[in-house]
């Protein structure tokens, strides 16, 4: 923002009411944490570039027709935002895309499957997506429909476990293994719903470049990427051929 074409270098941003001045280039998310203003991050990581890919940091800005991802808009002189704390229409928002992240991820909807902690499902939960959560383990109908594509698991790597239908497209793998690590192996194969993550020319990872450095699977929010270790015996021994990449999802996982 600028007043006679001079750069300000402080700028005021007004958050769910409380007023604020910050350096210029900070983002909202930083803004709102500074005044103790919660909101929810999962694409984002302190230590990676923001790429705002999930939206699950909408937020209200005065006067904009759309919503700002608060992970990636720099704040501007005199705006006024509004989080899901103050504002339904964010919440509702932000509840209904968590909504569809839960239904288009297997894993979250399998709580046999012990992954640490699932990012995704944490949030749901905190954003009252509970009931229905587990209205879809329990079979229920729901509001949306299970996902009909299967884009398979990936057991080929000595210590790393992929499952990339609990995959939800965040990046993070893909940003810690180019940016963090600078091993550059993975990318993203696909479009539409066929989209993945992909190691080298679409390798399957045991037969990559990978170094097995685990960087991708601490940064993974749903436990698409594994330590071996966390994926019960018999996830792993159902595998069909691990050359065709594809287990084939069971009756109870559809
Ligand atoms: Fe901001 Fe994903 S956390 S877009």
């Not at 504002?87 to 968590?98: C, D, G």
């Amino acid at each position: 923002s600028n007043v006679n074409g001079t750069q300000l270098s402080t700028l005021r941003v007004t958050i769910d009411g409380q007023p604020i001045e910050v350096a210029a280039g900070t983002t909202i998310l930083e803004a709102a944490r500074r005044l103790g203003i919660d909101i929810p991050i999962l694409c984002h990581r302190d230590d990676l570039r923001g790429v705002g890919v999930c939206r699950v940091c909408a937020v209200e800005v005065k006067g904009a027709r759309t919503m700002a991802a608060a992970c990636v808009r720099p704040v501007e002189n005199n705006m006024e935002v509004s989080t899901h704390h103050t504002s339904a229409k964010v919440n509702r928002s932000v509840a209904t895309l968590l909504e569809l992240l839960i239904t288009d991820n297997l894993v979250a909807r399998r709580p046999d499957h012990k992954f640490g902690e699932n990012e995704l499902e944490t949030l749901a939960r905190r954003f009252g997506v509970t009931g229905r959560l587990n209205a879809k383990v329990a079979g229920a109908a729901t509001r949306f429909p299970a996902p009909t594509t299967n884009r398979g698991q990936d057991f080929s790597s000595p210590i790393i476990a992929v499952d990339h239908n609990a995959c939800i497209l965040c990046d993070r793998c893909i940003r810690a293994c180019n940016d963090l690590k600078a091993n550059h192996v993975m990318g993203r194969m696909g479009k539409g719903y066929q989209s993945r993550i992909a190691f080298d020319l679409d390798q399957l990872m045991g037969e990559s470049s990978c170094v097995a450095c685990g960087e991708c699977m601490v940064v993974c929010p749903t436990g698409a990427l594994a330590h071996k270790g966390f994926v019960k015996p018999e996830v792993l021994e159902g595998q069909v051929d691990p050359k065709k990449r594809v287990r084939p999802a069971t009756a109870e996982e559809l």
